[in-house]
């Protein structure tokens, strides 16, 4: 790629049950100060509303919260679900939020993760990605403020509805629609020209579609004369990285096994493998690309194949888990900041060449200064 990689986290969050909840989304708030601190770019956060692992309901209301205690890591809703919504309502929010974060927030948008939840409201779940689809046509039209929207479907009712404020962003705050393995993600994203989420980047299923996600988007794209921008495209994937690969696989025995039995009894997603050995759990992860519980170098390469993989994209988003335990978790992120981040940005470049252009002419240097110093020694004695 000849473009700099941004980083950034997806937090869903994962919290195993049983644990005090007041604390568990109070360690997520103190997570996105942390890596505000490191220079992570941006943190989406989940919407979930059963199940009890994901406990976060309204990732605007922990937007909000989350703004105050940051400077300059952008926030964005990942996702929010969309048939969930009355549409003028969460577009209402989000242009609020705007305001209130000075331009730093995002607007993630999906058809709903947890079937469960679905089934508490009434939703068939056959339907939810085309009533995605409808909502957001209608929260576009209201963002572009060209003409009240009247809109009359089976399940909301707009009448000359238009927002009251703009947003903040000019011409609006960035969107983007998920994406698993099917191509409907990519197919409105490339529609409406937004940008694309990539949630299942490293699992098999969609690793293995990434390069055609992106030919559907482009296709789409032209079909509708919309443009798209692989700088806005986010692969997500979970890591965690310790000094030495040993030390990690220690780490890891902290959490790992109940995020696999989440997924396994839980989720949607049987993303874990089927042992209770967390040894086994670690190896058959790293085995399948789909993680990364290794070292600085270990995520270096499990980047450059999703980098290969895509033809290029513009953010890498780890997988925010508790599979460690505070320390270790706080450390593997600094890691990445330390030593990853500068593989895919450049930024360690410019520092390395001066290094070694200063040692390849130390010699002259030390003798110009060596000289120097004789030199001066010498005006001291014959001028006394």
């Given at each position: 790629?000849?473009?700099?990689?941004?980083?950034?986290?997806?937090?869903?969050p994962?919290h195993?049950?049983?644990?005090?909840?007041?604390?568990?989304?109070?360690?997520?708030l103190?997570?996105?100060?942390?890596?505000?601190?490191?220079?992570?770019?941006e943190?989406?956060?989940?919407?979930h509303?059963?199940?009890?692992?994901?406990?976060?309901?309204?990732?605007?209301?922990?937007?909000?919260?989350?703004?105050?205690?940051?400077?300059?890591?952008?926030?964005?809703?990942g996702?929010?679900?969309?048939?969930?919504?009355?549409?003028?309502?969460?577009?209402?929010?989000?242009?609020?939020l705007?305001?209130?974060?000075?331009?730093r927030?995002?607007?993630?948008?999906?058809p709903?993760?947890?079937?469960?939840d679905?089934?508490?409201?009434?939703?068939d779940?056959?339907?939810?990605?085309?009533?995605?689809?409808?909502?957001?046509?209608?929260?576009?039209?209201?963002?572009?403020?060209?003409?009240?929207?009247?809109?009359?479907?089976?399940?909301?009712?707009?009448?000359?509805?238009?927002?009251?404020?703009?947003?903040?962003?000019?011409?609006?705050?960035?969107?983007?629609?998920?994406?698993?393995?099917?191509?409907?993600?990519?197919?409105?994203?490339?529609?409406?020209?937004?940008?694309l989420?990539?949630?299942?980047?490293t699992?098999?299923?969609?690793?293995?579609?990434?390069?055609?996600?992106?030919?559907?988007?482009?296709?789409?794209?032209?079909?509708?004369?919309?443009s798209?921008?692989?700088?806005?495209?986010?692969?997500?994937?979970?890591?965690?990285?310790?000094?030495?690969?040993?030390q990690?696989?220690?780490?890891?025995?902290?959490?790992?096994?109940?995020?696999?039995?989440?997924?396994?009894?839980?989720?949607?997603?049987?993303?874990?493998?089927?042992?209770?050995d967390?040894?086994e759990?670690?190896?058959?992860?790293?085995a399948?690309?789909f993680?990364?519980?290794?070292?600085?170098?270990?995520?270096?390469?499990?980047?450059?194949?999703?980098?290969?993989?895509?033809?290029?994209?513009?953010?890498?988003?780890?997988?925010?888990?508790?599979?460690?335990?505070?320390?270790?978790?706080?450390?593997?992120?600094?890691?990445?900041?330390?030593?990853?981040?500068?593989?895919?940005?450049?930024?360690?470049?410019?520092?390395?060449?001066?290094?070694?252009?200063?040692?390849?002419?130390?010699?002259?240097?030390?003798?110009?200064?060596?000289?120097?110093?004789?030199?001066?020694?010498?005006?001291?004695?014959?001028?006394?």
């Amino acid at each position: 790629m000849d473009w700099p990689l941004s980083f950034g986290v997806f937090l869903a969050p994962f919290h195993p049950v049983g644990q005090n909840p007041t604390l568990a989304l109070e360690r997520d708030l103190d997570l996105v100060v942390h890596l505000d601190a490191l220079g992570f770019d941006e943190v989406w956060i989940g919407e979930h509303h059963s199940a009890g692992y994901e406990i976060i309901a309204s990732p605007e209301v922990f937007i909000a919260a989350a703004a105050q205690r940051t400077q300059h890591i952008r926030l964005g809703t990942g996702v929010s679900s969309l048939p969930y919504h009355q549409p003028l309502m969460l577009a209402d929010r989000m242009v609020l939020l705007d305001h209130l974060t000075r331009g730093r927030v995002m607007f993630g948008v999906g058809p709903g993760a947890l079937p469960s939840d679905a089934f508490m409201m009434g939703i068939d779940v056959s339907r939810q990605r085309e009533m995605m689809e409808e909502a957001l046509e209608v929260i576009l039209a209201l963002l572009e403020g060209a003409a009240p929207v009247t809109h009359e479907s089976s399940w909301f009712t707009l009448r000359d509805a238009r927002l009251q404020l703009r947003p903040y962003s000019q011409p609006c705050f960035e969107i983007a629609v998920a994406a698993q393995i099917s191509p409907s993600g990519p197919r409105l994203a490339g529609k409406h020209g937004v940008s694309l989420l990539s949630l299942g980047a490293t699992n098999q299923g969609g690793f293995d579609v990434l390069g055609s996600h992106w030919n559907v988007m482009e296709e789409r794209s032209a079909a509708f004369g919309t443009s798209v921008d692989r700088k806005k495209w986010r692969l997500v994937g979970p890591m965690h990285i310790a000094d030495t690969k040993e030390q990690a696989y220690r780490d890891v025995g902290f959490g790992l096994p109940q995020w696999v039995d989440y997924f396994q009894r839980v989720a949607a997603l049987p993303l874990g493998p089927d042992t209770t050995d967390v040894e086994e759990m670690a190896n058959a992860m790293n085995a399948s690309g789909f993680a990364v519980i290794g070292t600085v170098e270990d995520a270096k390469a499990q980047i450059a194949r999703l980098v290969e993989q895509s033809g290029g994209f513009g953010t890498f988003l780890n997988m925010a888990h508790e599979w460690a335990d505070r320390e270790a978790t706080w450390h593997s992120y600094e890691l990445l900041a330390r030593y990853v981040f500068p593989e895919f940005q450049g930024s360690a470049v410019s520092a390395a060449a001066s290094r070694d252009w200063a040692a390849e002419h130390r010699p002259e240097f030390m003798s110009a200064a060596t000289a120097a110093v004789m030199e001066a020694i010498q005006s001291h004695h014959a001028s006394e």
